[in-house]
């Protein structure tokens, strides 16, 4: 939707693990994510930076508070409801990849795409095998993820959060068990991700590099927004802007 309906939105969030001594994750959080946003999320560690993604991302339920998609509550929906819409609208990318070691690449990546049900087996193949090439990854369709580098299994991850084409991605220290290259690698892909399709990309990152190259920065303390605002990117990390991911993505 881009009728100005916000993409997503958090009205009240308060998330409590509960306990003979109940633990506040993150506490009345009220937040707007607009289409074509890439915005990092940073705070000190146990300020609730990841607990607010797995809400935001639907993969948690908030205590108090709803959750909004497109300007609709995902409040009332149940557990099957909740996972359909995560496959349409969400996709994810994690520290550390959670690709199937048993699997391709490519397999990897269509595994999203065969659980909506929505293509056939020739479209599925098809589909995972143009986004791995367009990530530099189309020398390797075939191999098993231990037969790649942590970088190269990292746009494995991203392709598979691409593949049914959501407007949302959410990231979660995407870069944070890479090395300096491949972190510039992952960053110049999700920045063209948000410039070149219009897609939003919300990541939580520990890496300052990183959070000074979006356009938006929320940092958490105590489970709680301490500050939210736009910024002038640094000059989007030492490759040079999403220019650089040509280059980038053949290593």
Do not use: W
């Not at 407007?167 to 890479?178: F, N, R, Y």
């Not at 939003?200 to 938006?216: G, N």
């Amino acid at each position: 939707m881009t009728d100005g309906t916000p993409l997503l939105e958090a009205r009240g969030v308060t998330r409590i693990l509960p306990g003979i001594v109940p633990v506040t994750l993150v506490e009345n959080i009220s937040i707007v994510f607009g289409h074509g946003e890439f915005v990092s999320i940073t705070g000190p560690s146990g300020s609730g930076k990841s607990s607010l993604l797995y809400l935001l991302g639907l993969l948690d339920v908030p205590t108090t508070g709803e959750v909004f998609i497109n300007g609709v509550s995902t409040a009332e929906l149940n557990k099957t409801e909740r996972a359909e819409t995560r496959l349409k609208t969400i996709g994810f990318v994690f520290q550390f990849h959670f690709l199937l070691p048993e699997f391709s690449a490519l397999d990897n990546v269509m595994l999203p795409m065969r659980k909506l049900g929505l293509r056939d087996a020739v479209e599925m193949r098809e589909s995972a095998a143009g986004l791995l090439s367009a990530l530099g990854l189309e020398e390797h369709l075939h191999k098993r993820p231990d037969q790649l580098s942590g970088g190269q299994r990292q746009r494995v991850a991203v392709a598979r959060a691409l593949a049914n084409d959501p407007p949302l991605i959410l990231a979660d220290e995407p870069t944070g068990s890479l090395d300096s290259r491949s972190t510039e690698q992952v960053f110049h892909i999700l920045k063209k991700i948000v410039d070149n399709e219009g897609r939003t990309v919300i990541a939580v990152t520990h890496e300052m590099d990183f959070a000074a190259a979006t356009e938006r920065r929320i940092h958490l303390v105590d489970g709680r927004v301490a500050q939210d605002e736009a910024q002038s990117p640094a000059s989007a990390m030492r490759g040079g802007g999403p220019e650089a991911l040509g280059s980038h993505a053949q290593s």
